[in-house]
């Protein structure tokens, strides 16, 4: 059974720097692929990033250069450095679980966390 626990979220001041991990557990973790994704009330489950088991990114458009999605193997834990936040970045931040490629829909992750919450203050 696989099991994804997420930390780090919080609240920070527009500007300010976060960092989130996500602990997998139940499953071989070395040849997955991580993504992180998050979903602001009323909105839809955005992409955010995702990092392969060779250490491939990816990243959305609007977090390109302000956020690094990281991972360790050995510790199965996946890490997104988030820097320069911006209030628009606020939402429930989720780590999900996937085979092989990377994708960045939603849809196409089988696994998820519970989420955690991140707030930017202007």
């Known amino acids: 059974q696989v099991q994804l626990v997420e930390s780090g979220g919080g609240l920070v001041q527009a500007g300010g720097s976060l960092r989130l991990s996500c602990a997998n557990s139940g499953r071989t973790f070395s040849s997955d692929v991580m993504g992180w994704f998050r979903q602001a009330p009323g909105k839809e489950r955005d992409f955010v990033a995702a990092?392969?088991?060779?250490?491939?990114?990816y990243y959305g458009d609007s977090v390109k250069g302000r956020f690094t999605i990281s991972r360790d193997n050995a510790k199965s834990t996946v890490y997104l450095q988030m820097n320069s936040l911006r209030p628009e970045d606020t939402a429930i931040y989720y780590c999900a679980v996937r085979s092989t490629f990377i994708r960045t829909r939603a849809s196409e992750y089988n696994f998820w966390g519970q989420g955690t919450q991140v707030t930017v203050s202007s």
């Open positions: 990092i392969n088991w060779n250490g491939i990114t």
